[in-house]
């Protein structure tokens, strides 16, 4: 016979074994599994257990993420693929003008520096920013054409190539760049399984109502068998 703590534990294991076939799998695959779970909490949830319910509303969380990681995936590659020139040549450029600046400062006298290791900085952040760029976005190239810079209003790509600018200096500052300038000098870039600096986070989902009913009942279901131990 098992004890209840066991069962939960077995609970648990099914739950991550439904799951393992859905680890890297199609979208259209996880959309399947996840339209049938909805229907079935549509359907039944006024007969079902609350901890079905609550296992059920778990793994709907779950094959949510995986979608979200899969598709994910799908636009970086699209992306990097189809941005994979501009961004080589752009790196090149960025770390031509930090280097030339770089020999520069070399031979600068010591009261002339501080202006030049300001300027210094910004190419660097230059560098960090065409690696560290997000392969989930469409990528802003940090040396538009003449045409891309005639018109005197910002444009949407001004306000993207600046915020994304400025999280990559902060990050660089804090440095927690996905690849950090060190590595960046040693020819280092995004690896297929990184999707580079991150723009926003999301907000955590708010608990359905009969997941918080059926988690009360398990805490209470423990400190039960905890008392009984």
Do not use: W
Not at 61 to 82: G, H, T, V
Not at 143 to 163: A, G, H, L, Q, V
Not at 191 to 213: F, M, V
């Amino acid at each position: 016979m098992a004890y209840p703590k066991q069962q939960r534990k077995q609970k648990a294991l099914g739950g991550s074994l439904e799951m393992a076939q859905y680890l890297g799998a199609g979208t259209n695959k996880i959309k399947k599994r996840i339209r049938d779970i909805e229907r079935l909490l549509l359907k039944k949830k006024d007969i079902l257990p609350d901890t079905v319910l609550l296992e059920k509303e778990r793994t709907l969380d779950a094959l949510r993420l995986e979608l979200e990681n899969s598709e994910m995936n799908q636009k970086a590659k699209k992306y990097a693929s189809k941005y994979h020139m501009v961004r080589f040549f752009e790196r090149k450029k960025a770390l031509k003008k930090y280097n030339q600046l770089l020999k520069k400062i070399e031979t600068t006298k010591d009261d002339e520096r501080e202006d030049f290791n300001k300027r210094l900085h910004e190419r660097k952040v230059d560098v960090c920013y065409v690696v560290n760029f997000p392969k989930t976005e469409k990528y802003v190239s940090l040396y538009p054409t003449t045409t891309e810079t005639e018109n005197k209003e910002e444009s949407k790509s001004d306000i993207k190539r600046k915020t994304v600018r400025e999280l990559i200096e902060k990050q660089l500052n804090e440095g927690k760049l996905p690849v950090s300038f060190e590595d960046i000098l040693k020819g280092k870039t995004l690896d297929r399984n990184t999707h580079g600096a991150t723009l926003e986070s999301k907000k955590p989902k708010k608990q359905p109502k009969a997941r918080k009913i059926a988690e009360a009942k398990e805490e209470n279901e423990e400190e039960e068998d905890d008392f009984f131990e």
